[in-house]
Nanobody, 126 residues
Framework: QVQLVESGGGLVQTGGSLSLSCVAS????????MGWFRQTPGKEREFVAAISWSDDNKYYSDSVKGRFTISRDNAKNTVYLQMNSLNAEDTAVYYC???????????????????WGQGTQVTVSS
């Protein structure tokens, strides 16, 4: 099993920045890629970004490209999501996820992930 714990959510004003962290523990050697998703009430979980543990490949959704940056620290088993130029549409619960799949375009789908964190709320106020 792999456990994921997110942190860093909170309330921020429009145009502001926030940084999320996700610490992985347990059998992390089973995972090859990590992703961030977000979800608002009544909507499906939406892909935000994904990163490989082993190389510099990354994917972003079009809605966050250029504003968000995903990164990792292998030594700390931690993945980060730096969010800049936030707006109201970014308000959601953000989830960290891990998968045994190598990074590929299909990792935009939440069903491709095996492990999920509990989520952290991000609220952007105008």
């Amino acid at each position: 099993q792999v456990q994921l714990v997110e942190s860093g959510g909170g309330l921020v004003q429009t145009g502001g920045s926030l940084s999320l962290s996700c610490v992985a523990s347990g059998r992390t050697f089973r995972t090859n890629s990590m992703g961030w998703f977000r979800q608002t009430p009544g909507k499906e979980r939406e892909f935000v970004a994904a990163i490989s543990w082993s190389d510099d490949n990354k994917y972003y959704s079009d809605s966050v490209k250029g504003r968000f940056t995903i990164s990792r620290d292998n030594a700390k088993n931690t993945v980060y999501l730096q969010m800049n130029s936030l707006n109201a549409e970014d308000t959601a619960v953000y989830y960290c996820a891990a998968t045994t799949f190598a990074l590929n375009v299909f990792l935009r789908r939440p069903e491709k992930y095996d492990y999920w964190g509990q989520g952290t709320q991000v609220t952007v106020s105008s």
